[in-house]
């Protein structure tokens, strides 16, 4: 079992940006593909970003393309998601997770190995 951390949530103004971090403190992060989910007040939880364990495999929902970056920093152990011109609609918590199958266009939840404990990112207008 990986225990992933994220951090780096918190309040932004609309048009701001924000950087996600999630690391691991038992596990080496670049030998697993990372997906990047985020779960509204009411709503169910969503893929918004995944990268394959080589990074040459990524994928970004809709909702987010253009707009967000994930990116890895090895020396570091840790997997980055670069936010840019949020949005209230981005208010979330966010977590980050291992992929069962690899990074797919079906970023699923039935698809995630393990869980962080995720991160409040609220945005306002």
């Known amino acids: 079992q990986v225990q992933l951390v994220e951090s780096g949530g918190e309040w932004v103004q609309s048009g701001g940006s924000l950087r996600l971090s999630c690391t691991a403190s038992?596990?080496?992060?670049?030998?697993?593909?990372i997906g990047w989910f985020r779960q509204a007040p009411g709503k169910e939880r969503e893929g918004v970003s995944c990268?394959?364990?080589?990074?040459?495999?990524?994928f970004y929902s809709d909702s987010v393309k253009g707009r967000f970056a994930m990116s890895r920093d090895r020396a570091k152990n840790a997997v980055y998601l670069d936010m840019n011109n949020l949005t209230p609609e981005d208010t979330a918590v966010y977590y980050c997770?291992?992929?069962?199958?690899?990074?797919?266009?079906?970023?699923?939840?039935?698809?995630?190995?393990?869980w962080g404990q995720g991160t409040q990112v609220t945005v306002s207008s």
């Open positions: 997770a291992t992929l069962k199958f690899g990074c797919l266009r079906s970023l699923q939840t039935s698809g995630v190995d393990d």
């Open positions: 038992r596990s080496t992060l670049h030998y697993f593909p």
């Open positions: 990268s394959s364990s080589s990074d040459s495999v990524t």
